[in-house]
């Protein structure tokens, strides 16, 4: 079964969800609705963490912000991608929310897309992509 995961935005836990059922997914402890673009869960810093622990799939995410022009056009590149590509999990972070985080991660400008393993970073790709830049980011890893 195909699957991937995501935070809760009320209660913060982390889901395990298969990829069909997605669009109906409901939190297992709050039963609040988890929230999706395509497969994309957008998430703060504290359940970034949670997520990158509990995965055993890559985990790619989208590093953004609002005000970012070439974001938006990415944004939707990202979450078509997220659903033709079970191979990671996808997230978003809005890096004006989640300063310390983008501090840590030294991430100098936006669209940023970085693919973590096991905890650690593998692969960082700045700029937005289209759905198919996106997939051969994955296939390269
Ligand atoms: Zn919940």
């Keep these: ?18 990829r069909e059922k997605a669009p109906q997914a409901m939190c297992g402890k709050c039963k609040s609705k988890i929230n999706f673009h395509g497969l994309v869960s957008e998430v703060n810093t504290d359940d970034f963490h949670k997520i990158l622990r ?23 590149e990202f979450e078509k991608a997220s659903l033709q590509n079970d191979k990671a999990v996808f997230l978003k972070v809005n890096t004006e929310t989640e300063q310390a985080l983008s501090g840590s991660l030294a991430i100098r400008g936006i669209p940023c897309t970085i693919i973590f393993k ?12 289209n759905s198919d830049g996106v997939n051969s980011l994955l296939s390269s890893i």
């Design 1 to 18: 079964m195909s699957y991937t995961f995501a935070a809760c935005s009320n209660c913060h836990s982390v889901n395990r969800i298969q």
């Design 118 to 129: 096991d905890g650690k970073e593998i692969k960082r790709q700045a700029g937005a992509l």
């Design 54 to 76: 509990h995965s055993d799939k890559p985990v790619i995410v989208d590093f953004w912000a609002s005000w970012c022009g070439p974001c938006k056009m990415y944004g939707p």
